[in-house]
């Protein structure tokens, strides 16, 4: 009797748990195939958001303005990935996003993106930002993250962006295509391409991000309308925090080992980098999701200032943190 008892609870608590999976709403969520959005290949293949009853679909994309504007159309429900001028200037336009935790800063020894200089020209002894003056630099798209980290190097050098020429590119796979081709001279990229074109021998990486200048460059966004469903809202950071925590406990604390080696293997798959590219090229990121304070005001104000930002951005206009305080208080 105790014996039956025992598998009708099992089968009951199965029933339950097969249940609560089925029932997770699908939401959908835009994304670049790069290694700062480790955390969300992370949550998807352990099942994190699942565990709280919401099942990101991936949309896949070329580069970070679109996903504001799929956000902006309603066509996605969640983006992660770069901040950038044209997001900024769809919340002035009037249309609400919403940037609700960290995914990914640029910081010391860990470095997400770098300025790579063809190979040829490198060992010819163009190694420093004063060597590019006048020279083509590939981004993706004017008003991207890459345009941001390219004139905050000219800046701390004492040049400004006059000094080079700009190059829209659309793509991080057409920029490594161009560099590879030598039709431009540099390009400001992301991992794992930093790291794909160094092991190529067709780029040198000569300022990396992070070690130059501290920044958010990567955060989660939500559309004004899947932020109006608080409930789901809550629950997908939940499970990114729980994701969060996976990740930087086993690649920003143990650097090694089992666990290290298992979010290296799911981002791998993901991107569709190797393994050991892969290891390259790991971003800092809070353990619980949190911002680096004041930082989107930051960035407003330089856009501003530069003319590529219609009016002015108040960071509350398109921060809103209430989410990640909510989900932190629920899983203390």
Do not use: C
């Amino acid at each position: 009797m105790r014996h039956m008892l025992a598998v009708l609870l099992g089968v009951l608590l199965l029933g339950g748990a097969t249940e609560a999976s089925a029932q997770a709403q699908k939401v959908k969520l835009g994304v670049l195939k790069l290694t700062s959005s480790a955390v969300i290949f992370l949550g998807v293949e352990k099942g994190y958001f699942k565990e709280f009853g919401v099942e990101p679909e991936l949309v896949f994309f070329q580069a970070a303005q679109p996903i504001a504007v799929a956000l902006a159309s309603g066509d996605i429900d969640i983006g992660g990935t770069g901040l950038t001028a044209g997001l900024y200037n769809i919340v002035a336009g009037g249309v609400r996003i919403w940037v609700v935790a960290d995914k990914g800063r640029e910081w010391p020894d860990h470095n997400l993106t770098a300025l790579v200089v063809r190979k040829d020209l490198h060992d010819a002894g163009v190694r420093t930002l004063r060597d590019l003056k006048g020279r083509t630099i590939g981004i993706t798209q004017v008003g991207s993250t890459f345009h941001y980290n390219m004139g905050r190097f000219l800046e701390k050098e004492g040049m400004t962006l006059g000094d080079v020429e700009l190059v829209p590119l659309q793509s991080l796979g057409a920029m490594s295509n161009a560099l590879s081709a030598k039709r431009v001279d540099a390009i400001v990229t992301a991992e794992p391409f930093v790291s794909r074109l160094e092991a190529a021998s067709a780029g040198v990486p000569i300022v990396r991000t992070g070690d130059t200048f501290p920044w958010q460059i990567a955060v989660m966004f939500y559309s004004d309308k899947f932020a109006k469903d608080r409930a789901r809202a809550v629950a997908f950071l939940k499970g990114y925090v729980k994701a969060s925590r996976h990740y930087f406990d086993a690649v920003l604390r143990q650097r090694a080992g089992p666990a290290y080696e298992e979010v290296v293997a799911i981002t791998a798959k993901y991107t569709g980098a190797p393994a050991a590219i892969i290891r390259k090229g790991f971003p800092y990121q809070d353990r619980d999701g949190r911002l680096l304070p004041g930082d989107v005001g930051r960035q407003t104000a330089w856009w501003l200032q530069h003319g590529l930002l219609k009016k002015a951005v108040p960071e509350r206009a398109i921060v809103d943190e209430s989410f990640l305080r909510d989900a932190l208080r629920a899983m203390r």
